[in-house]
C-alpha cells in the first residue's frame, strides 16, 4: 500500500536533523523504480557531483535540498551513518547517531515482532523497508560511538534470535548499520535508503510502523521518533532485563520472538521447554503456571486450543529425568551452542571442576547413532573454537582417554588433557545422562557402517548365488543352497564372495557376525552318482522378510534373463546337471 502525506518546511528541517549523517558519503537512487523478484530497483544508482555533465567527478555534499528531494519523490537518497561530529565542543569521529538492524527478507508479517520488542521495553522506530523488509532504527539522543552502537545492536540480535529466524540457506539476512566501527578513508561507505521516499509526491511505501502494523503518518513519525530517542544504556539494560536468560538459547529465541504457530514444532519445543524449567524450579515444585506464561508468548499457544495436550506434556515431563532435545527440530533451527553454553540451565555440558583440568571448553552430550552397530557423537569443543562431534565407535573407546585423545587428533586437531581415571568416569557419565532421548535413527539405506555394508553384501550372496533344487553338492563350491525357507551355505563360499566384492574383513570375525545374523551350524547330504552318501558341514539361515523381498527381486531378474535368452537362443547358464558335475569333478 502507499501513503501520501504532508510535507512543510519545518518537518523536512526535523527530518534532515534526525537522520543526520555522512554528508560525503551517499548515493542517489534515480527514478523510475521496478520490481525485481523482491527487490525494489532503481533506473539508476549514483553520486551527485558538483558539475553535473561537465565531466568534473568532484561529490557535491549530501544538502537538506537531497532530503526534500527525497521526500517529494526527484530521487531516492541512501545514506552512511558512520560520520565525525562535535562534541563537548571539539570534533570526534566513528559516531553515529543511529544504528539500523536492517531485516532483508520479504513478504514477512513483521508486527508480532514489533510488537514483542516493544513490549520488553526497548526504544526504536520499526520501519518498512522500500522492498518490502524492516528497518529498526534505534536513535540516539546524542552522537555515540560507532563501536558501541554496533555491540548494543548486536546483544538485541543475538537475544532475539534474529540471524536463526531470518536466514536463508543457512545465511543470515540481518545487517548492522553502520556496518563498520571505524570509517575507513577514501571509501564510498555503506548506506541506507532513508524512510519515506515520495511521501509528498504520489506515495510513499516505506514508512514508519505503528505498533499496530498502522501507518503512521510522516509529521507524526517524526514526533514518534523524537520520543523513541534511546542510548546503548539503556538497550543494555532492556537487553538484560529480558525473560529466559538462564534458559537454552533456543527457548529464550523463541519466547521472545513469538515465534512457532501450529505444525512448526510448537508441542516439540514445549516438551523441550518443560526440561528446562523442571531443572530451574525443581521436580518437586509446580510450575505449570510458568509453563502457561511461556506458551503464550508463542504465535499460536497451544493452551487456547488444547489446554489438556498442554498439561499431558506437563505430566510427562515431571513424570521422569529427561534430557534436553536439542538435536531435534525446532530447536536445531535455533540453537547457538557457543551462547547456549554460558547459560545456567544449559543443553550444553558446560566445563566443571572434573573436566576443567582436560583443556575443552567444555565435553556435550553423547549422542548414540542406531546404525546396525550403534556408534557414538561428543560434542567437544576445542579452546576457542566451536563445538563439532567426534566420532566414537564404541563405549570401550569412550572408556580409554588414550583413544578418546586419538579420535580427536585426527577429526579436530587438538586432544584433551588426560585426567584421573576417576574423573574421566564421572565426565563421560555427565556427557552420557539422558543419552536415551539423544538416539538417533537412520534407515538401512543410509547406514555406511562396515559391518552394515558387510551385512548387505551377506544378504546378496544368499539371495543372488543360489543353485536349483536338488544341487545340494554345489555348496561345496561356494554357492548358496535354498530349500523349505533355509539358506544352506559354507564360510568359504562367503569369504570367496566377499573377496570378489573387495571387501576386506580386516579383524572382523565372520562366524561371530554370522552368529548375529542368526545363522546356525548345520549339515546337508546327498547322493552322487555312485551311490554313496556325502554330508556337508555349512551354514543354515531362516529366511526372513529382507531375504524374500531380496530373493523375490532376483527370482524376476533370473526369469527375465532366462527369457531374453530363449529368444536369443542362447543355453540357460543354469542347466548344468549332476551327471556335468560329476564328470568334471571326478576327484570329489
Given at each position: 500500500m502507499r501513503y501520501k502525506g504532508q510535507v512543510d518546511e519545518s518537518s523536512i528541517e526535523k527530518f534532515w536533523n534526525i537522520f543526520c549523517c555522512n554528508r560525503d558519503k551517499y548515493v542517489i537512487h534515480k527514478p523510475p523504480f521496478s520490481q525485481e523478484g523482491h527487490k525494489m530497483k532503481a533506473a539508476r544508482v549514483c553520486y551527485a557531483l558538483e558539475n553535473p555533465g561537465s565531466g568534473d567527478k568532484t561529490k557535491k555534499k549530501l544538502t537538506i535540498e537531497d532530503f526534500k528531494a527525497h521526500l517529494y519523490g526527484q530521487y531516492g537518497v541512501a545514506v552512511e551513518p558512520l560520520r565525525d561530529a562535535r562534541k563537548d565542543g571539539r570534533r570526534v569521529s566513528n559516531v553515529c547517531y543511529y544504528g539500523i538492524i536492517d531485516i532483508d527478507v520479504y513478504g514477512v508479517d513483521f508486527i508480532p515482532l514489533v510488537k514483542k520488542m516493544y513490549s520488553f521495553g526497548l526504544k526504536f522506530v520499526a520501519v518498512r523497508s522500500k522492498s518490502g523488509g524492516l528497518h529498526i532504527y534505534f536513535v540516539m539522543s546524542e552522537a555515540t560511538p560507532a563501536k558501541a552502537v554496533r555491540q548494543s545492536l548486536?546483544?538485541?540480535?543475538?537475544?532475539?534470535?534474529?540471524?536463526?529466524?531470518?536466514?536463508?540457506?543457512?545465511?543470515?539476512?540481518?545487517?548492522?548499520?553502520?556496518?563498520?566501527?571505524?570509517?575507513?578513508?577514501?571509501?564510498?561507505?555503506?548506506?541506507?535508503?532513508?524512510?519515506?521516499?515520495?511521501?509528498?509526491?504520489?506515495?510513499?511505501?516505506?514508512?514508519?510502523?505503528?505498533?499496530?502494523?498502522?501507518?503512521?503518518?510522516?509529521?507524526?513519525?517524526?514526533?514518534?521518533?523524537?520520543?523513541?530517542?534511546?542510548?546503548?544504556?539503556?538497550?543494555?539494560?532492556?537487553?538484560?532485563?529480558?525473560?529466559?536468560?538462564?534458559?537454552?538459547?533456543?527457548?529464550?529465541?523463541?519466547?521472545?520472538?513469538?515465534?512457532?504457530?501450529?505444525?512448526?514444532?510448537?508441542?516439540?519445543?514445549?516438551?523441550?521447554?518443560?526440561?528446562?524449567?523442571?531443572?530451574?524450579?525443581?521436580?518437586?515444585?509446580?510450575?505449570?503456571?510458568?509453563?502457561?506464561?511461556?506458551?503464550?508468548?508463542?504465535?499460536?499457544?497451544?493452551?487456547?486450543?488444547?489446554?489438556?495436550?498442554?498439561?499431558?506434556?506437563?505430566?510427562?515431563?515431571?513424570?521422569?529425568?529427561?534430557?534436553?532435545?536439542?538435536?531435534?527440530?525446532?530447536?536445531?533451527?535455533?540453537?547457538?551452542?557457543?551462547?547456549?553454553?554460558?547459560?545456567?540451565?544449559?543443553?550444553?555440558?558446560?566445563?566443571?571442576?572434573?573436566?576443567?583440568?582436560?583443556?575443552?571448553?567444555?565435553?556435550?552430550?553423547?549422542?548414540?547413532?542406531?546404525?546396525?552397530?550403534p556408534y557414538y557423537l561428543w560434542e567437544i569443543a576445542p579452546p576457542g573454537k566451536a563445538a563439532k562431534e567426534v566420532r566414537f565407535d564404541s563405549i570401550g573407546?569412550?572408556?580409554?582417554?588414550?583413544?578418546?585423545?586419538?579420535?580427536?587428533?585426527?577429526?579436530?586437531?587438538?586432544?584433551?588433557?588426560?585426567?584421573?581415571?576417576?574423573?574421566?568416569?564421572?565426565?563421560?557419565?555427565?556427557?552420557?545422562?539422558?543419552?536415551?532421548?539423544?538416539?538417533?535413527?537412520?534407515?538401512?539405506?543410509?547406514?555406511?557402517s562396515e559391518l552394515s555394508e558387510l551385512h548387505s553384501l551377506i544378504v546378496g550372496y544368499l539371495t543372488h548365488g543360489q543353485v536349483q533344487n536338488g544341487a545340494r553338492y554345489m555348496v561345496n563350491v561356494g554357492q548358496v543352497y535354498f530349500e523349505d525357507g533355509v539358506f544352506y551355505f559354507t564360510t568359504e563360499g562367503v569369504k570367496q564372495f566377499l573377496r570378489v566384492q573387495k571387501f576386506n574383513l580386516?579383524?572382523?570375525?565372520?562366524?561371530?557376525?554370522?552368529?548375529?545374523?542368526?545363522?546356525?551350524?548345520?549339515?546337508?547330504?546327498?547322493?552322487?552318482?555312485?551311490?554313496?552318501?556325502?554330508?556337508?558341514?555349512?551354514?543354515?539361515?531362516?529366511t526372513d522378510s529382507e531375504l524374500e523381498q531380496k530373493k523375490t527381486y532376483f527370482d524376476d531378474v533370473l526369469t527375465q534373463d532366462a527369457e531374453r535368452a530363449k529368444e536369443l537362443n542362447l543355453p540357460d547358464k543354469d542347466t548344468e546337471t549332476l551327471e556335468d558335475w560329476d564328470e568334471e569333478n571326478s576327484r570329489f
Open positions: 548486536k546483544l538485541v540480535v543475538e537475544k532475539f534470535g534474529l540471524d536463526a529466524i531470518y536466514s536463508a540457506k543457512g545465511a543470515s539476512k540481518v545487517e548492522i548499520f553502520p556496518m563498520h566501527d571505524t570509517e575507513t578513508p577514501g571509501s564510498d561507505g555503506k548506506c541506507v535508503f532513508l524512510p519515506y521516499f515520495d511521501v509528498a509526491g504520489t506515495g510513499t511505501q516505506n514508512y514508519v510502523y505503528g505498533t499496530d502494523g498502522s501507518v503512521v503518518n510522516f509529521m507524526d513519525a517524526l514526533t514518534v521518533i523524537e520520543q523513541n530517542y534511546t542510548s546503548t544504556k539503556e538497550i543494555d539494560e532492556a537487553v538484560s532485563q529480558l525473560p529466559y536468560s538462564d534458559a537454552p538459547y533456543c527457548i529464550q529465541a523463541v519466547a521472545l520472538t513469538g515465534a512457532l504457530g501450529e505444525n512448526e514444532g510448537r508441542n516439540k519445543f514445549l516438551f523441550h521447554s518443560c526440561v528446562y524449567l523442571k531443572r530451574k524450579f525443581g521436580a518437586q515444585s509446580e510450575w505449570y503456571d510458568e509453563l502457561l506464561k511461556l506458551d503464550s508468548m508463542l504465535a499460536s499457544p497451544l493452551q487456547d486450543e488444547n489446554p489438556q495436550e498442554l498439561e499431558d506434556t506437563y505430566r510427562s515431563a515431571m513424570s521422569k529425568n529427561w534430557s534436553f532435545s536439542c538435536r531435534q527440530e525446532p530447536m536445531c533451527s535455533y540453537c547457538n551452542k557457543e551462547i547456549c553454553a554460558k547459560r545456567k540451565f544449559s543443553g550444553v555440558v558446560k566445563r566443571t571442576k572434573e573436566n576443567d583440568n582436560t583443556g575443552a571448553d567444555f565435553l556435550g552430550p553423547i549422542s548414540r547413532v542406531m546404525a546396525r552397530v573407546e569412550l572408556a580409554n582417554q588414550s583413544v578418546v585423545q586419538q579420535r580427536c587428533w585426527d577429526q579436530l586437531g587438538w586432544a584433551p588433557l588426560p585426567i584421573k581415571p576417576g574423573l574421566w568416569v564421572e565426565t563421560v557419565n555427565t556427557c552420557m545422562e539422558g543419552i536415551e532421548n539423544r538416539q538417533i535413527e537412520i534407515t538401512a539405506e543410509s547406514d555406511t580386516g579383524r572382523t570375525n565372520l562366524r561371530e557376525e554370522l552368529l548375529k545374523y542368526g545363522c546356525r551350524d548345520s549339515e546337508l547330504t546327498y547322493t552322487t552318482p555312485s551311490g554313496r552318501i556325502s554330508t556337508i558341514k555349512c551354514w543354515a539361515k531362516d
